[in-house]
């Protein structure tokens, strides 16, 4: 007999996962066969959601609200769902996206290439919108880098004589020992200070 499975994730455990539980209720779906995971989408290595494909069968119906209760990540959430649709040879229906219902039509069989096309475009735009986000971050940085604004750590405020005892340095007149004795550092630090304003034309 084909049983129907509900699935519900929310990302921290003191979100309330009520609302899908309801969803899931005005569906059909048993309390017995209702799986909730409350930990992040990043990937499906989650206790419920293996409990659950351990479960399923052939002729079985897996229902979510929407496709990010499943996943964040489309390519697995893509792998996922073949693995359930054609490894296992159950059917998937998404709530909040008709489209997403591989029962649809003749022997689920017009339903399934639908939803397919679907998650592929899915797929495509947020990988899309992945790399714009990235390209904008980029741009943004470098335009802000040209404005003078630096990123990273904080370069520590160097000693008000090291200027001078730099020079020394360079003109041969002391050791780098005696210079960052003189400043107050570690020599290996002062070395490295000099060689940095050094290629930021602070020093000659």
């Known amino acids: 007999m084909a049983i129907t499975y509900g699935y519900v994730r929310v990302s921290t455990a003191d979100q309330n996962e ?12 048993c309390p017995e066969n209702l799986v909730i995971d409350k930990q992040s989408g990043k990937d499906f290595n989650r206790p419920g959601w293996k409990r659950l494909k351990r479960k399923i069968r052939g002729g079985d119906l897996l229902v979510v609200q929407s496709v990010d ?9 893509i792998e996922e769902w073949r693995s359930i649709v054609s490894g296992k040879g159950a059917d ?7 489209l997403l219902d591989t029962t649809n039509n003749i022997d689920g069989l017009i339903g399934r290439f639908v939803a397919d ?7 495509f735009i947020a990988e899309t919108e992945r790399k714009n986000i990235r390209e904008r971050q980029q ?29 020394l340095v360079q003109t041969q007149k002391i050791s780098i020992g005696q210079g960052a004795t003189l400043c107050g550092m570690k020599k290996t630090s002062f070395w490295r200070a000099i060689k940095s304003a050094q290629n930021r034309g602070i020093l000659v």
């Open 18 to 29: 009520a609302r899908q539980i309801d969803a899931m209720k005005l569906v059909g779906v």
């Open 69 to 77: 209760r499943m996943g964040r990540n489309y390519a697995e959430i």
């Open 92 to 98: 998937i229906r998404v709530l909040d996206m008709p």
């Open 117 to 123: 096309i679907v998650l592929q475009t899915m797929s």
């Open 139 to 167: 741009q943004g940085i470098a335009a802000a880098r040209l404005r003078g604004i630096r990123f990273g750590r904080p370069r520590h405020r160097l000693p008000d004589n090291f200027a001078t005892c730099a020079d």
